[in-house]
């Protein structure tokens, strides 16, 4: 059973930036996808950014230019680097990791960016 866990949230002032982690108990050399997704309360999950076994990267509209993805593959690692940050980016940032096998979740960590 494969187990990811996040880090790095916390409370920000609007403006400020912040580097999310998401390490996995597995390698994750293999795996086919990465995200990260955020669910603010009241509100539907949504997608924030991912990339892909290849390196492609893509990006949710609203953060586009703020925030990017990167994984390190030796450290079994995903990052989700947050810049220029704003209140509206208030939320829980959940990890998704995919492989052949399967699709796992970390439990999430909170970001509140103050105004």
């Known amino acids: 059973q494969v187990q990811l866990v996040e880090s790095g949230g916390g409370l920000v002032q609007a403006g400020g930036s912040l580097r999310l982690s998401c390490a996995a108990s597995g390698s994750i050399s293999s795996a086919n996808l990465l995200g990260w997704y955020r669910q603010a309360p009241g509100k539907q999950r949504e997608l924030v950014a991912f990339?892909?076994?290849?390196?492609?990267?893509n990006y949710a509209d609203f953060v586009k230019g703020r925030f990017a993805i990167s994984r390190d593959n030796a450290k079994n690692t995903v990052y989700l680097q947050m810049n220029t940050l704003k209140p509206e980016d208030t939320a829980v940032y959940l990890c998704?990791?995919?492989?052949?096998?399967?699709?796992?979740w970390g439990q999430g960590t909170q970001v509140t960016v103050s105004s």
């Open positions: 998704l990791i995919s492989w052949a096998y399967g699709n796992y």
């Open positions: 990339i892909t076994s290849g390196g492609r990267t």
